[in-house]
């Protein structure tokens, strides 16, 4: 069973379309990170967000963590074939221990021109 | 980009031989992670290391090893590789643990064992 789920799990849009990504738990977390990755590479850290209800804005990306720190949403407007790739919403538990990071099962991204 | 490299980058081996990977950091931070990343299931955290001899497992450590004799190095030891274990490893790094916990990732290392 997955602490996080994300979905959709695939998604493959055309030019300019928007969308949005969910990651939803039971479980509440002190803080939750977004993270994109590329064919080959590692993931690299887009936002994080840490209290309830929080909105951060990364150009056309909006990223909101839930009022209750269960769940977040990353929302992609007019997308653009440089978005294509693997996004991965990470969380901290509450009573964290050693840093961990708990991950979602990702979602891959295909923008088309 | 956080100086994070992983070597080797690409490694094919044979079932029952003993692998090693290895993760360098050039930023002085005390804590270190080891991911493997499959299909559907995300990142899952194998070892973790939260300063110079002092690690700890994670939720998929059995049949894997770890040692870190200095700060920037933390290796993973596959003791005896099955195919379960062909997957892309990664390494992070994070100055704290304190919230929020981030990490930076190296470019990976794929693992196949035949």
């Known amino acids: 069973t997955q602490l996080l789920e994300q979905s959709p799990q695939f998604l493959s849009i055309q030019e300019g379309e928007n969308l949005t990504v969910y990651c939803n738990s039971s479980s509440v977390f002190s803080s939750l990170q977004w993270y994109r990755q590329e064919p080959g590479e590692g993931p690299v850290l887009l936002v994080t967000v840490v209290t309830g209800g929080e909105v951060k804005k990364l150009k056309r990306l909006t990223f909101q963590f839930g009022d209750a720190r269960k769940d977040s949403s990353l929302h992609i407007t007019a997308a653009q074939p440089g978005d294509t790739g693997l996004y991965l919403c990470a969380g901290n538990r509450v009573y964290n221990q050693g840093g961990k990071l708990i991950f979602g099962q990702g979602t891959e991204l295909s923008v088309k021109p | 980009d956080a100086g994070i490299t992983q070597s080797p980058r690409h490694k094919v081996t044979e079932t029952g031989t003993p692998v090693t990977l290895r993760c360098h950091q050039t930023e002085n931070h005390r804590y270190m992670y080891w991911y493997r990343q499959d299909p559907g299931h995300g990142l899952r955290l194998i070892h973790y290391?939260?300063?110079?001899?002092?690690?700890d497992k994670g939720e998929v450590s059995d049949g894997y090893s770890v040692s870190r004799s200095k700060t920037e190095d933390f290796l993973l030891t596959l003791e005896s590789a099955t195919s379960s274990q062909t997957s892309v490893y990664f390494c992070?790094?994070?100055?704290?643990?304190?919230?929020?916990?981030?990490?930076?990732f190296g470019p990976g290392t794929r693992l196949t064992v035949t």
């Open positions: 992070a790094i994070s100055m704290s643990t304190g919230v929020p916990s981030e990490q930076y």
């Open positions: 290391s939260y300063g110079v001899k002092d690690t």
